[in-house]
């Protein structure tokens, strides 16, 4: 049995995170990883715990970069609600990021 095709769907906040990001490569990179959800994204990627339980990040781009996303699977949908670089430490952390996007309930 072939596993269902996932409509993959993009934030407007994680598109103006992407528009960010001024290496056009990057960028595509990015897209296309975000692309490969729409194919067992359970299977994709690590789940998050602590605040961001029920998302997953997935590494893309050499690892240095990071999608953090939600699957709907009653629904055959995949949020891509963040996507940045993984610096540990830094207030730019892409986890960082997500964390403070969902204390403001952006998430």
Do not use: C, N
Request: glycine share 8%; charged share 30%; no cysteine.
């Amino acid at each position: 049995m072939t596993p269902p095709v996932f409509e993959v769907r993009w934030t407007p906040t994680v598109l103006r995170l992407l528009k960010l990001i001024r290496d056009r490569k990057v960028q595509r990179l990015l897209v296309d990883a975000g692309k490969s959800l729409s194919v067992e994204p359970e299977k994709r990627g690590k789940p998050l715990w602590g605040p961001l339980q029920g998302y997953r990040s997935l590494r893309a781009v050499g690892q240095r970069y990071r999608l953090i996303y939600k699957v709907e699977p009653q629904r055959v949908l995949v949020w891509i609600v963040a996507t940045g670089r993984r610096e540990q430490g830094d207030r730019r952390d892409v986890y960082e990021l997500a964390r403070r996007l969902f204390r403001q309930g952006l998430l």
